[in-house]
DNA sequence: ACATTGACCTGGGAGC
DNA sequence: TGCTCCCAGGTCAATG
């Protein structure tokens, strides 16, 4: 479900009750996320205060003085924050309970997403430590991404869903951003000019920024931390419209499939290079 | 190292 | 109404 734009919502809508409140324990309905869930988090979460409420790609980050408690809410996650005595429903998967009466509980229907937990430094854990740098910051830039390009022969719209190239974007703000570069999404890396990728690195920052402002995007039951849907999906150029007119162009958006993934583009506005 | 595919899950909608 | 099939915002692991 979420991209870094829902993600960062979320944590926005999560750290006011979060970031300095003490864990009075947490209760795990379903261990079976997409990796089990540790038992670590029984034994050391209790008691601590939360330190911290960060963001690392997709990945929320709730840091303690024993550890960091890591987040991932996959396709079908979401964070909630609830009156403790709030009745659990169907794939509402764990609560983490806190002192203050409120808690914060993890709703997952397909159970894509993870609780994970380290006592290392953040940036040593092997889901962290490979991921490219963070979208919006200045990191992210021509000199990252160009040289990673280079010898890629797969087209520009898979390249910049893999997080070790890019991060936060997913299949929404990947089409998003290769209509506002005038990118065909099959372009292969090494088919990109420098000009086309520069583009591409202002638009990508410029979708996720907008995204941000505008609460994320609510296609099916995205919901903020205090229940609100995105109001971003007003703003999809592409995503979800096909046969549509395009908005610059009026030409119809085509949808095609690009590895496994639903694509969608305006063919007047990203021409195929030949 | 890179490219491609399968795998993990549930729910909703289309079509019959 | 109910069944089957397809699709979905992610990304790791296995395979060539």
Request: glycine share 6%.
């Amino acid at each position: 479900m979420p991209e870094l734009p829902e993600v960062e919502t979320t944590r926005r809508g999560i750290i006011a009750q979060t970031e300095g409140s003490q864990v009075k324990q947490i209760q795990i309905r379903h261990h079976q996320l997409r990796w089990p869930v540790p038992k670590e988090l029984e034994q050391h979460l209790p008691n601590q205060v939360i330190l911290s409420v960060t963001r690392r790609a997709k990945y929320l980050l709730l840091a303690t003085q024993k550890g960091t408690l890591i987040i991932h809410l996959g396709m079908s996650g979401n964070l909630r924050l609830l009156p403790a005595q709030t009745p659990a429903q169907k794939h509402d998967h764990i609560d983490l309970i806190f002192t203050h009466g409120w808690l914060l509980r993890y709703h997952d229907p397909r159970r894509f997403g993870a609780w994970l937990w380290t006592d290392q430094p953040i940036e040593h854990h092997p889901l962290i430590k490979p991921l490219a740098p963070e979208p919006l910051s200045d990191a992210f830039n021509l000199d990252w991404l160009a040289p990673k390009l280079k010898n890629r022969r797969s087209p520009i719209k898979t390249l910049i869903m893999n997080n070790h190239l890019v991060v936060g974007v997913g299949n929404i703000y990947a089409n998003e951003a290769l209509f506002l570069a005038g990118i065909h999404p099959k372009t292969l890396g090494n088919q990109l000019t420098e000009k086309q990728l520069a583009q591409l690195i202002q638009q990508i920052k410029q979708v996720l920024s907008r995204a941000i402002e505008q609460g994320g995007t609510t296609l099916k039951d995205f919901l903020t931390p205090d229940g609100k849907p995105g109001y971003f999906e007003q703003a999809l150029a592409v995503y979800g419209r096909e046969g549509a007119p395009c908005l610059v162009c009026q030409t119809p958006i085509e949808k095609i499939v690009i590895g496994q993934r639903a694509t969608f583009f305006c063919p007047n506005c990203q021409k195929a290079v030949h």
